[in-house]
């Protein structure tokens, strides 16, 4: 099975680097959504998509043709006293300045731990398989948040870390899934590259 992992058009958030989380659902921005247009993406069976206005907003222009279904799972990490704030609006803040601080710090203060969020869009990834294995689907397309994307990649390919798929807006990876692994049990899988290299035209 192929999985299109897409991160959803810029915000105005994204754009000036705030932490965009679960708690906030801003709209795709006007210039997002024009570069999202522009774009040519490979046609899936289906779409899935956080429950999140810029997901849907994303899902819909990209996929013009498909009626997006939600998965809760796929909501992005609640950042807590993070949620729509920079960087340095929050330096100074002893709750902020502790966590990052903290080696090893796993709970976004006031938020998501990050064990809990990796865990939820594992399984996410889990029903949205086996869901669209039972429907007949060989090729998905999953239109979600930066963080998911990297928490789902992270713990499906072995050896890789968590940073190592940041993408940018728009962006993302074709992820083929092993079915002899999915039937014993593992989730494993091989990434075939990025979306930003392979379908873009």
């Not at 909501?75 to 902020?96: M, N, Q, S, V, W």
């Not at 060989?138 to 992270?154: D, K, P, R, Y």
């Not at 940041?166 to 049990?185: A, C, P, S």
Request: proline share 4%.
């Amino acid at each position: 099975m192929q999985i299109l992992l897409v991160r959803h058009g810029q915000t105005e958030g994204n754009k000036i680097h705030r932490f965009v989380g679960g708690r906030t659902d801003e709209p795709v921005s006007e210039e997002g959504l024009a570069v999202l247009a522009g774009r040519r993406y490979p046609a899936p069976e289906y779409v899935f998509t956080s429950p999140m206005r810029r997901c849907l907003q994303t899902a819909r222009t990209i996929f013009p043709g498909q009626d997006p279904e939600t998965v809760e799972g796929f909501r992005e990490c609640d950042f807590g006293i993070l949620e729509g704030k920079t960087h340095e609006e929050l330096l100074g803040d002893p709750a902020y300045d502790a966590f990052i601080g903290a080696a090893g710090a796993d709970t976004f203060p006031g938020g998501e731990s990050i064990p809990g969020f990796n865990a939820r869009c594992l399984e996410a990834l889990r029903r949205t398989v086996e869901e669209s294995r039972r429907r007949g689907y060989g090729f998905i397309a999953c239109c979600v948040h930066g963080g998911v994307i990297m928490a789902v990649l992270s713990q499906v390919i072995a050896g890789s870390s968590y940073y190592g798929w940041n993408v940018d807006n728009g962006e993302g990876y074709l992820l083929v899934i092993d079915e002899n692994r999915w039937k014993e049990g593992q989730l494993d899988g091989t990434v075939t590259g990025g979306i930003a290299h392979r379908i873009y035209t």
